[in-house]
Nanobody, 122 residues
Framework: QVQLVESGGGLVQAGGSLRLSCAAS????????MGWFRQPPGKEREFVSA????????YYADSVKGRFNISRDNAKNTVALEMNSLRPEDTAVYYC???????????????WGQGTQVTVSS
């Protein structure tokens, strides 16, 4: 079992930046693919970004490409999401997710955190 805890959310003005962090416990993250999702108010959960177990491959939703950056530190068992040039439409609860099956779609990841709220004011 893997437990994931997100942190770093908060209130920021449009154009600002936030750095989300996801800390894992239970098992080393080094063999897990990791991802970030978000759920805007009144909408379904959507994919934001993912990173392979080695960090060698990263993936982004078109809506965040060029503004967000995902990274991981397997030694510290953490994954981060650096969010820049934030927009009001980035407002959502952000979730960290993980799975040790690299063939799975991120939507099928087995382990999920509780989420952290990000609010971007205009």
């Amino acid at each position: 079992q893997v437990q994931l805890v997100e942190s770093g959310g908060g209130l920021v003005q449009a154009g600002g930046s936030l750095r989300l962090s996801c800390a894992a416990s239970g098992r080393p993250l080094s063999s897990y693919a990791m991802g970030w999702f978000r759920q805007p108010p009144g909408k379904e959960r959507e994919f934001v970004s993912a990173i392979s177990w080695s960090g060698g491959h990263t993936y982004y939703a078109d809506s965040v490409k060029g503004r967000f950056n995902i990274s991981r530190d397997n030694a510290k068992n953490t994954v981060a999401l650096e969010m820049n040039s934030l927009r009001p439409e980035d407002t959502a609860v952000y979730y960290c997710a993980a799975d040790d099956d690299p063939t799975k779609s991120p939507y099928e990841y087995a382990y999920w955190g509780q989420g952290t709220q990000v609010t971007v004011s205009s």
